[in-house]
Nanobody, 122 residues
Framework: VQLQASGGGLVQAGDSPILSCEVS????????LAWFRQAPGKDREFVAG????????RYADSVKGRFTISRDAAKNTMNLQMNNLKPEDAAVYYC????????????????WGQGTLVTVSS
């Protein structure tokens, strides 16, 4: 399983960037895909997740109502639409995948993409 994240960069507070994660390597039926983020000096935290098969989504309270996770099975991509970005959203964002049920702890995700840095200027 390979994951490739893209879309980070320098944005302004209030902007609405999109992060993408290209997935490959095997059929993803039964997998949960998720976005995590890690700010300097902080633990990696769950942001949003989606069941590849059903499309069921979950969000961290801190991003609920502002971020939207989606997947496109035909293109093998997962996206994170981030709206009304805040300075506290600045972090390295990682896409991850696991086979099985929905969990929010990073240690249970086996597959990880490289991070993409999101910097927010206020």
């Amino acid at each position: 399983v390979q994951l490739q994240a893209s879309g980070g960069g320098l944005v302004q507070a209030g902007d609405s960037p999109i992060l993408s994660c290209e997935v490959s390597g095997r059929p993803f039926s039964g997998y949960v895909l998720a976005w995590f983020r890690q700010a300097p000096g902080k633990d990696r935290e769950f942001v949003a997740g989606i069941s590849w098969s059903s499309g069921t989504t979950r969000y961290a309270d801190s991003v609920k109502g502002r971020f939207t996770i989606s997947r496109d099975a035909a293109k093998n991509t997962m996206n994170l639409q981030m709206n009304n970005l805040k300075p506290e959203d600045a972090a390295v964002y990682y896409c991850a995948a696991r086979l099985g049920t929905f969990v929010t702890m990073a240690k249970y995700y086996r597959y990880w993409g490289q991070g993409t840095l999101v910097t927010v200027s206020s």
